[in-house]
């Protein structure tokens, strides 16, 4: 029954996340903010034995402390535990966002996921 109620609470909010913003286009489980555009020009993609190796940016007229707070918000409902600012980190995988204000105002996003380093 557990396992039923989290899966129903991810699907709650995956489906929300797809209707506010949709998902990153090599990333279907991170969720991308509405306003932000991803840029696919930029998108990196790579699946090692170790895990996924990822970056992909996204711009977007709205306030970097806005989308600071929309993934500190939205992450955790997904499975993502917050190890530190805009660090996280899911099963294998750690997430860094870099969120930064660009010259005429919005954001750029950068999304970094690499495999969680085992000793």
């Known amino acids: 029954m557990r396992k039923f109620a ?4 991810c699907l709650l ?8 913003g949709g998902f990153l286009s090599g990333l279907s489980d991170l969720p991308l903010m509405q306003g932000l ?4 020009n930029a998108a990196l993609l790579f699946d090692s034995s170790e895990g996924r190796i990822a970056q992909f940016k ?3 007229p ?3 402390e806005q989308v600071q ?3 500190a918000d ?5 499975g993502w535990t917050p190890t530190g600012p805009g660090r996280f ?6 997430l860094r966002l870099t969120v930064k204000p660009v010259r005429g105002g919005g954001s750029e996003t950068i999304f970094d996921l690499v495999p969680v380093k085992t000793k």
């Open 58 to 60: 996204a711009k977007g």
């Open 37 to 40: 555009t991803e840029d696919a």
């Open 6 to 9: 989290f899966l129903a609470v």
């Open 62 to 64: 709205i306030a970097a």
């Open 89 to 94: 980190q899911r099963e294998k995988e750690q």
């Open 13 to 20: 909010f995956s489906a929300q996340a797809l209707a506010e």
């Open 74 to 78: 939205t992450l955790p409902e997904l």
């Open 69 to 71: 707070r929309f993934y």
